[in-house]
């Protein structure tokens, strides 16, 4: 089973992510987390991916996808793979190689995204000041919610109501999966 996960930044994506992984025994992965660990490299890749990510920008489409590809050619995705984070332009649908069965569109308000954000962020991480968070709100709104109509109009998206306990959102996932 492939799956996406798409949605703002605070939809709960990673927290949705994991829980289905959990139940349908399919491993998570997240580029947001891929590229956070790759930003802490000291080579000229991290540093570059780590400018660009402290700024709230996008990392570029292909390198982007070469990184995911080489991830997803582990022997552990070989069943399938619930992915967060990608793809999030039409250039990377456009590149992906790797069909996907289902998308999960976690919605939620861009007020509700900046409320949670601003009460969680810590400024732990390199790209939780509230312009990198407005910056990406922006972003969504441009450039994936093009990715979001694609898949929409392909039939693999599920629209899911990111404003309700977690519990609920879980097993409204798990009926819209048929699982
Ligand atoms: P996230 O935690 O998913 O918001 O990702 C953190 C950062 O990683 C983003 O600001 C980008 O710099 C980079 N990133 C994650 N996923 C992608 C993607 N699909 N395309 C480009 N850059 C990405």
């Known amino acids: 089973m492939k799956i996406v996960i798409v949605g703002i930044q605070g939809a709960g ?7 289905l ?13 891929i590229f956070r660990q790759i930003a802490t490299e000291k080579t000229p890749l991290g540093r570059k991916v780590k400018e660009i990510m402290t ?28 992915i967060d984070g990608f793809p999030r332009t039409l250039e990377q649908v456009e590149i992906f190689k790797n069909n996907v069965d289902k998308v999960i ?18 400024g732990s991480r390199p790209d939780s000041s509230t312009e990198a968070i407005k ?8 450039v994936t919610e093009p990715v ?6 392909k039939g693999l998206l599920l629209d899911i109501d990111g404003e309700r306990s977690i519990e609920e959102i879980h097993k409204d996932i798990l009926e819209k999966l048929g699982k």
């Open 105 to 122: 569109y976690l919605d939620i308000s861009d007020n509700e995204a900046l409320n949670r954000l601003q009460f969680q962020g810590d």
């Open 21 to 33: 992984s959990e139940k349908v025994n399919v491993p998570y992965l997240s580029t947001g987390h």
């Open 148 to 153: 979001i109509d694609y898949y929409r109009k």
């Open 55 to 82: 700024a709230g920008f996008l990392q570029p489409d292909d390198l982007t996808v070469q990184v995911v590809e080489s991830y997803l050619d582990r022997p552990e995705y070989e069943k399938g793979y619930i």
């Open 135 to 142: 910056k990406r709100i922006e972003l969504f709104h441009e």
């Open 13 to 19: 994506k990673s927290t949705q992510g994991n829980l």
